[in-house]
Protein backbone atom coordinates (compact mmCIF):
# COMPACT_ATOMS: atom_id res chain seq x y z
CA UNK A 1 0.00 0.00 0.00
CA UNK A 2 2.84 2.25 0.57
CA UNK A 3 4.04 2.08 -2.96
CA UNK A 4 0.94 2.53 -4.06
CA UNK A 5 0.68 5.66 -2.27
CA UNK A 6 4.11 7.05 -3.22
CA UNK A 7 3.68 6.35 -6.58
CA UNK A 8 -0.08 7.52 -7.20
CA UNK A 9 0.90 10.81 -9.13
CA UNK A 10 2.97 8.25 -12.03
CA UNK A 11 0.33 5.45 -11.86
CA UNK A 12 -1.96 8.23 -12.62
CA UNK A 13 0.14 9.36 -15.47
CA UNK A 14 1.56 6.30 -17.04
CA UNK A 15 -1.94 4.72 -16.33
CA UNK A 16 -4.04 7.46 -18.43
CA UNK A 17 -1.83 7.47 -20.84
CA UNK A 18 -1.87 3.56 -21.67
CA UNK A 19 -5.51 4.20 -21.54
CA UNK A 20 -6.14 7.14 -23.86
CA UNK A 21 -3.35 4.73 -26.34
CA UNK A 22 -5.99 2.13 -26.07
CA UNK A 23 -8.95 4.07 -26.85
CA UNK A 24 -7.08 5.98 -29.53
CA UNK A 25 -6.02 2.65 -31.61
CA UNK A 26 -9.39 1.16 -31.23
CA UNK A 27 -10.76 4.46 -32.75
CA UNK A 28 -8.36 4.42 -35.23
CA UNK A 29 -9.18 1.09 -36.22
CA UNK A 30 -12.38 1.41 -36.48
CA UNK A 31 -11.74 4.16 -39.08
CA UNK A 32 -9.31 2.06 -40.84
CA UNK A 33 -6.51 3.75 -39.72
CA UNK A 34 -4.05 0.49 -38.50
CA UNK A 35 -1.56 2.63 -35.73
CA UNK A 36 -0.60 0.51 -32.89
CA UNK A 37 -1.70 1.26 -29.25
CA UNK A 38 2.23 0.35 -28.48
CA UNK A 39 3.48 3.14 -30.77
CA UNK A 40 1.02 6.07 -29.70
CA UNK A 41 2.32 5.21 -26.11
CA UNK A 42 6.03 5.53 -27.03
CA UNK A 43 4.99 8.81 -29.03
CA UNK A 44 2.57 10.18 -26.02
CA UNK A 45 5.50 9.32 -23.56
CA UNK A 46 7.94 10.97 -25.93
CA UNK A 47 6.14 14.34 -26.20
CA UNK A 48 5.07 14.23 -22.29
CA UNK A 49 8.71 13.50 -21.07
CA UNK A 50 10.36 15.79 -23.11
CA UNK A 51 7.46 19.04 -23.57
CA UNK A 52 7.04 18.78 -19.21
CA UNK A 53 9.78 18.89 -16.73
CA UNK A 54 10.41 15.54 -14.71
CA UNK A 55 9.32 15.01 -11.86
CA UNK A 56 10.56 13.15 -8.91
CA UNK A 57 7.07 11.98 -8.06
CA UNK A 58 7.02 9.97 -11.10
CA UNK A 59 10.18 8.63 -11.52
CA UNK A 60 9.90 5.63 -9.39
CA UNK A 61 7.12 4.16 -11.12
CA UNK A 62 8.36 4.74 -14.60
CA UNK A 63 11.18 2.47 -13.46
CA UNK A 64 8.89 -0.27 -12.17
CA UNK A 65 7.39 -0.06 -15.25
CA UNK A 66 10.21 -0.41 -17.47
CA UNK A 67 11.71 -2.55 -14.85
CA UNK A 68 9.38 -4.93 -13.39
CA UNK A 69 6.60 -4.42 -15.51
CA UNK A 70 8.22 -5.46 -18.51
CA UNK A 71 9.93 -8.09 -17.09
CA UNK A 72 6.41 -9.56 -16.16
CA UNK A 73 4.92 -8.89 -19.29
CA UNK A 74 7.70 -10.67 -21.34
CA UNK A 75 7.75 -13.56 -18.89
CA UNK A 76 3.91 -13.95 -19.33
CA UNK A 77 4.54 -13.95 -23.24
CA UNK A 78 5.54 -17.51 -22.13
CA UNK A 79 2.38 -18.64 -22.29
CA UNK A 80 1.46 -18.23 -25.60
CA UNK A 81 3.53 -20.90 -27.21
CA UNK A 82 4.59 -24.23 -26.25
CA UNK A 83 8.08 -25.41 -25.77
CA UNK A 84 7.97 -27.23 -29.33
CA UNK A 85 6.94 -23.35 -30.53
CA UNK A 86 9.98 -22.08 -28.42
CA UNK A 87 12.56 -24.24 -30.00
CA UNK A 88 11.58 -23.72 -34.09
CA UNK A 89 11.69 -19.76 -33.04
CA UNK A 90 14.63 -19.85 -31.47
CA UNK A 91 16.24 -22.79 -34.03
CA UNK A 92 15.45 -20.09 -36.89
CA UNK A 93 17.38 -17.45 -35.48
CA UNK A 94 19.88 -19.05 -33.43
CA UNK A 95 23.00 -19.02 -36.39
CA UNK A 96 21.94 -15.84 -37.46
CA UNK A 97 22.45 -14.03 -33.80
CA UNK A 98 26.04 -15.49 -33.72
CA UNK A 99 26.71 -13.84 -37.23
CA UNK A 100 25.58 -10.81 -36.10
CA UNK A 101 27.45 -10.80 -33.06
CA UNK A 102 30.30 -11.27 -34.84
CA UNK A 103 29.93 -8.82 -37.93
CA UNK A 104 28.96 -6.10 -35.69
CA UNK A 105 32.11 -6.40 -32.99
CA UNK A 106 34.32 -6.59 -36.30
CA UNK A 107 33.03 -3.42 -37.79
CA UNK A 108 32.65 -1.49 -34.29
CA UNK A 109 36.08 -2.74 -33.23
CA UNK A 110 37.45 -1.09 -36.68
CA UNK A 111 35.46 1.76 -37.14
CA UNK A 112 36.93 2.52 -33.37
CA UNK A 113 39.93 2.38 -35.00
CA UNK A 114 39.49 4.48 -37.67
CA UNK A 115 37.77 7.37 -36.19
CA UNK A 116 40.18 7.16 -32.68
CA UNK A 117 37.46 6.15 -31.03
CA UNK A 118 38.06 5.16 -27.41
CA UNK A 119 38.10 0.97 -26.76
CA UNK A 120 36.17 1.69 -23.97
CA UNK A 121 33.17 3.58 -25.61
CA UNK A 122 33.94 0.98 -28.45
CA UNK A 123 32.98 -2.02 -26.26
CA UNK A 124 30.08 -0.05 -24.83
CA UNK A 125 28.64 0.17 -28.09
CA UNK A 126 29.44 -3.02 -29.07
CA UNK A 127 27.48 -4.84 -26.18
CA UNK A 128 25.08 -2.55 -26.55
CA UNK A 129 24.19 -3.85 -30.12
CA UNK A 130 24.94 -7.10 -29.89
CA UNK A 131 23.52 -8.13 -27.04
CA UNK A 132 20.29 -6.65 -24.88
CA UNK A 133 20.83 -2.40 -25.89
CA UNK A 134 21.32 -0.80 -22.32
CA UNK A 135 21.13 -3.45 -20.17
CA UNK A 136 24.58 -4.89 -21.43
CA UNK A 137 25.86 -1.31 -21.53
CA UNK A 138 25.67 -0.69 -18.42
CA UNK A 139 26.96 -4.49 -17.39
CA UNK A 140 29.84 -3.78 -19.58
CA UNK A 141 30.91 -0.17 -18.28
CA UNK A 142 30.88 -2.20 -14.51
CA UNK A 143 33.48 -4.05 -15.38
CA UNK A 144 35.51 -1.71 -17.73
CA UNK A 145 35.44 0.76 -15.69
CA UNK A 146 34.34 3.35 -18.18
CA UNK A 147 33.68 6.68 -17.18
CA UNK A 148 29.79 8.48 -17.31
CA UNK A 149 30.20 10.19 -20.23
CA UNK A 150 31.10 7.17 -22.32
CA UNK A 151 28.53 5.16 -20.95
CA UNK A 152 26.11 8.12 -21.73
CA UNK A 153 27.46 8.46 -25.14
CA UNK A 154 26.50 3.74 -25.50
CA UNK A 155 23.56 4.45 -23.81
CA UNK A 156 22.24 7.32 -26.36
CA UNK A 157 23.77 5.66 -29.76
CA UNK A 158 21.29 2.31 -28.54
CA UNK A 159 18.04 4.24 -27.56
CA UNK A 160 18.17 6.60 -30.78
CA UNK A 161 18.80 3.83 -33.30
CA UNK A 162 16.66 1.45 -31.40
CA UNK A 163 13.73 4.32 -31.31
CA UNK A 164 13.89 4.59 -34.85
CA UNK A 165 14.17 1.19 -35.43
CA UNK A 166 10.83 0.82 -33.24
CA UNK A 167 9.30 2.80 -35.72
CA UNK A 168 10.06 1.84 -39.11
CA UNK A 169 11.20 -2.04 -38.77
CA UNK A 170 7.48 -3.57 -37.98
CA UNK A 171 6.36 -2.16 -41.52
CA UNK A 172 9.81 -3.08 -42.95
CA UNK A 173 9.64 -6.53 -41.48
CA UNK A 174 6.30 -6.78 -42.84
CA UNK A 175 7.53 -5.73 -46.42
CA UNK A 176 9.59 -8.40 -47.02
CA UNK A 177 8.03 -11.12 -44.36
CA UNK A 178 4.18 -10.85 -45.08
CA UNK A 179 3.74 -14.38 -45.50
CA UNK A 180 5.80 -15.75 -42.89
CA UNK A 181 5.55 -13.70 -39.43
CA UNK A 182 7.83 -15.90 -37.70
CA UNK A 183 10.21 -14.66 -40.22
CA UNK A 184 9.20 -11.38 -39.32
CA UNK A 185 9.43 -11.99 -35.44
CA UNK A 186 12.86 -12.91 -35.84
CA UNK A 187 13.95 -10.22 -37.99
CA UNK A 188 12.41 -7.70 -35.51
CA UNK A 189 14.23 -9.67 -32.63
CA UNK A 190 17.94 -9.65 -34.21
CA UNK A 191 17.59 -6.43 -35.56
CA UNK A 192 16.36 -4.18 -32.66
CA UNK A 193 19.43 -3.64 -29.81
CA UNK A 194 17.27 -3.17 -26.51
CA UNK A 195 14.29 -5.74 -24.55
CA UNK A 196 12.06 -3.15 -24.18
CA UNK A 197 12.13 -1.69 -28.07
CA UNK A 198 11.75 -5.41 -29.33
CA UNK A 199 8.92 -5.95 -26.79
CA UNK A 200 7.27 -2.41 -28.38
CA UNK A 201 8.11 -3.75 -32.10
CA UNK A 202 6.60 -6.89 -31.59
CA UNK A 203 3.83 -5.44 -30.12
CA UNK A 204 3.48 -3.08 -33.14
CA UNK A 205 3.53 -5.69 -35.47
CA UNK A 206 0.96 -8.18 -33.38
CA UNK A 207 -1.62 -5.20 -33.44
CA UNK A 208 -1.30 -3.68 -36.82
CA UNK A 209 -1.02 -7.31 -39.07
CA UNK A 210 -3.44 -9.57 -36.33
CA UNK A 211 -0.09 -11.74 -35.79
CA UNK A 212 0.74 -12.82 -32.34
CA UNK A 213 2.80 -15.31 -34.06
CA UNK A 214 5.49 -12.67 -34.62
CA UNK A 215 4.87 -11.34 -31.03
CA UNK A 216 6.71 -14.86 -29.52
CA UNK A 217 8.79 -15.43 -32.20
CA UNK A 218 10.33 -11.95 -32.17
CA UNK A 219 10.52 -12.48 -27.73
CA UNK A 220 11.97 -15.74 -27.85
CA UNK A 221 14.58 -14.66 -30.10
CA UNK A 222 15.71 -11.07 -28.37
CA UNK A 223 15.42 -13.59 -25.07
CA UNK A 224 17.97 -16.04 -26.50
CA UNK A 225 20.09 -12.94 -27.57
CA UNK A 226 19.84 -11.69 -24.06
CA UNK A 227 21.38 -15.28 -23.27
CA UNK A 228 24.73 -14.20 -25.17
CA UNK A 229 25.61 -12.13 -22.18
CA UNK A 230 27.15 -15.06 -20.18
CA UNK A 231 29.84 -15.09 -22.78
CA UNK A 232 30.47 -11.92 -23.85
CA UNK A 233 30.81 -10.14 -20.62
CA UNK A 234 33.85 -12.45 -19.83
CA UNK A 235 35.02 -11.75 -23.64
CA UNK A 236 34.78 -8.48 -23.25
CA UNK A 237 36.74 -8.53 -19.68
CA UNK A 238 39.60 -10.55 -21.13
CA UNK A 239 40.14 -8.25 -24.16
CA UNK A 240 39.75 -5.15 -21.67
CA UNK A 241 42.49 -6.46 -19.37
CA UNK A 242 44.14 -9.63 -18.84
CA UNK A 243 45.82 -8.64 -16.11
CA UNK A 244 43.65 -7.37 -13.69
CA UNK A 245 41.20 -9.42 -11.60
CA UNK A 246 37.32 -8.21 -12.06
CA UNK A 247 34.59 -9.84 -10.51
CA UNK A 248 33.13 -11.36 -13.78
CA UNK A 249 30.64 -13.13 -12.11
CA UNK A 250 29.07 -10.96 -10.20
CA UNK A 251 28.21 -8.92 -13.23
CA UNK A 252 26.56 -11.42 -15.17
CA UNK A 253 24.87 -12.36 -12.06
CA UNK A 254 23.45 -8.85 -11.76
CA UNK A 255 22.55 -7.99 -15.21
CA UNK A 256 21.76 -11.38 -16.79
CA UNK A 257 18.05 -10.79 -17.28
CA UNK A 258 16.31 -13.69 -14.80
CA UNK A 259 12.35 -13.13 -16.83
CA UNK A 260 13.91 -14.99 -19.92
CA UNK A 261 13.96 -18.09 -17.23
CA UNK A 262 10.35 -16.79 -16.43
CA UNK A 263 9.73 -17.01 -19.70
CA UNK A 264 10.62 -20.39 -20.46
CA UNK A 265 8.90 -21.68 -16.71
CA UNK A 266 5.29 -20.32 -18.77
CA UNK A 267 5.91 -21.97 -21.72
CA UNK A 268 6.63 -25.32 -20.01
CA UNK A 269 3.41 -24.11 -18.06
CA UNK A 270 1.83 -23.85 -21.40
CA UNK A 271 2.69 -27.37 -22.59
CA UNK A 272 1.94 -29.22 -19.62
CA UNK A 273 -1.89 -27.70 -19.30
CA UNK A 274 -2.17 -28.25 -23.29
CA UNK A 275 -0.94 -31.75 -22.94
CA UNK A 276 -2.87 -32.84 -19.69
CA UNK A 277 -6.05 -30.54 -19.74
CA UNK A 278 -8.23 -33.22 -21.86
CA UNK A 279 -11.62 -32.36 -20.46
CA UNK A 280 -14.01 -29.89 -22.49
CA UNK A 281 -15.00 -27.40 -19.78
CA UNK A 282 -11.66 -27.38 -18.56
CA UNK A 283 -10.25 -26.92 -21.87
CA UNK A 284 -12.55 -23.28 -22.18
CA UNK A 285 -11.30 -22.56 -18.81
CA UNK A 286 -7.99 -23.02 -19.75
CA UNK A 287 -8.45 -20.90 -22.79
CA UNK A 288 -9.55 -18.19 -21.07
CA UNK A 289 -6.82 -18.04 -18.68
CA UNK A 290 -4.53 -18.51 -21.39
CA UNK A 291 -5.98 -15.01 -22.95
CA UNK A 292 -6.39 -13.18 -19.74
CA UNK A 293 -3.00 -13.67 -19.36
CA UNK A 294 -1.85 -12.68 -22.30
CA UNK A 295 -4.06 -9.21 -21.60
CA UNK A 296 -1.76 -8.81 -18.67
CA UNK A 297 1.23 -9.09 -20.37
CA UNK A 298 0.20 -6.77 -23.18
CA UNK A 299 -1.07 -4.52 -21.12
CA UNK A 300 2.78 -4.72 -18.72
CA UNK A 301 4.30 -3.72 -21.64
CA UNK A 302 1.76 -0.83 -22.75
CA UNK A 303 2.85 0.30 -19.56
CA UNK A 304 6.75 -0.50 -20.09
CA UNK A 305 6.49 1.56 -23.24
CA UNK A 306 4.63 4.45 -21.60
CA UNK A 307 7.61 4.87 -19.40
CA UNK A 308 10.21 4.49 -22.22
CA UNK A 309 8.90 7.47 -23.90
CA UNK A 310 8.87 9.47 -20.55
CA UNK A 311 12.56 8.58 -19.92
CA UNK A 312 14.18 9.05 -23.69
CA UNK A 313 15.66 13.16 -23.55
CA UNK A 314 15.76 13.52 -26.85
CA UNK A 315 17.92 16.93 -26.06
CA UNK A 316 20.46 14.37 -24.68
CA UNK A 317 20.32 12.62 -28.36
CA UNK A 318 20.96 15.92 -29.82
CA UNK A 319 24.13 16.07 -27.90
CA UNK A 320 25.93 12.47 -29.29
CA UNK A 321 29.04 13.38 -30.88
CA UNK A 322 29.10 12.35 -34.93
CA UNK A 323 31.54 9.99 -34.85
CA UNK A 324 29.93 7.61 -32.00
CA UNK A 325 26.74 8.49 -34.09
CA UNK A 326 28.26 7.28 -37.41
CA UNK A 327 29.78 3.82 -35.39
CA UNK A 328 26.15 3.20 -34.08
CA UNK A 329 24.58 3.85 -37.51
CA UNK A 330 26.95 1.41 -39.00
CA UNK A 331 26.51 -1.45 -37.26
CA UNK A 332 22.83 -0.97 -36.04
CA UNK A 333 22.56 -1.03 -39.97
CA UNK A 334 24.90 -3.64 -40.65
CA UNK A 335 23.07 -5.96 -37.99
CA UNK A 336 19.53 -5.05 -40.34
CA UNK A 337 21.14 -5.45 -43.85
CA UNK A 338 22.36 -8.89 -42.33
CA UNK A 339 19.21 -10.19 -40.57
CA UNK A 340 16.98 -9.50 -43.87
CA UNK A 341 19.35 -11.30 -45.98
CA UNK A 342 19.47 -14.37 -44.12
CA UNK A 343 15.85 -15.18 -43.66
CA UNK A 344 14.88 -14.04 -47.00
Known sequence: MNFVKENFFGFLLVSSLVLFSVILNKYLSNNNILISAAFICILLGLLVGNLFPSNIKIETFINFSLKKLLRIGIAL??????LTELYNYGSISLFLIVINIIIAFVIIKYL????????????????????????????????????????????????????????????????????????????????????????????????IYNSPEALNSAMTTKLLRNSFLIILIPLIAY??????????KKSVK???????????????????????????????????????????????ILFAMVALGLQTNLKNMVKLGVKPLLIGLAASTSVGIVSVVYLI
Request: aromatic residues 16%.
Open 239 to 248: LYNKDNDMNV
Open 77 to 82: LGLSLS
Open 112 to 207: CQFFKVSNNLGYLIIMGTCICGVTAVIATSSIIKSDKNETSYAVGIVTLFGMIAVFTYPYLANYYFDLTPDLAGAFLGTAIHDTAQVSAAGVIYSE
Open 254 to 300: DFFPLFVFGFIFFSFLRTIGDGLITDTSLINHWKNSLIFAKEISIYC
